[in-house]
Nanobody, 126 residues
Framework: QVLLVESGGGLVQAGDSLRLSCAAS????????LGWFRQAPGKEREFVAC????????NYADSVKGRFTISRELANNTLFLQMNSLKPEDTGVYYC???????????????????WGQGTQVTVSS
């Protein structure tokens, strides 16, 4: 059974930082590209960041570029998202996901991910 579990969300003020973690079991992270998505109330799930399974190269949504950093610890099967200079518009439920695909275009699409975590809430107050 594959299980992805996010943690690290919370309520912070604008300008603060948070570090999200995603711990996996039943799957080997080195076999997958990994991504973070978020969903605000009443909105569709949107791409935040991804890291390619082969290249290890990171890509980001324009809205978070320069503020967020995605990283992975393959030995521990853990994915991270360091979020700095948080803004109220960053509020939402953040999900980690694993995809057998590679390529930035594909990895920006939620439908390309096979496994998903349950999400962790991030709320940024102004």
């Amino acid at each position: 059974q594959v299980l992805l579990v996010e943690s690290g969300g919370g309520l912070v003020q604008a300008g603060d930082s948070l570090r999200l973690s995603c711990a996996a079991s039943g799957v080997t992270f080195s076999d997958y590209s990994l991504g973070w998505f978020r969903q605000a109330p009443g909105k569709e799930r949107e791409f935040v960041a991804c890291i390619g399974r082969f290249s290890g190269r990171a890509n980001y949504a324009d809205s978070v570029k320069g503020r967020f950093t995605i990283s992975r610890e393959l030995a521990n099967n853990t994915l991270f998202l360091q979020m700095n200079s948080l803004k109220p518009e960053d509020t939402g439920v953040y999900y980690c996901a694993a995809s057998p695909e590679s390529g930035t275009f594909l990895l920006k699409q939620p439908s390309r991910y096979r496994y998903w975590g349950q999400g962790t809430q991030v709320t940024v107050s102004s």
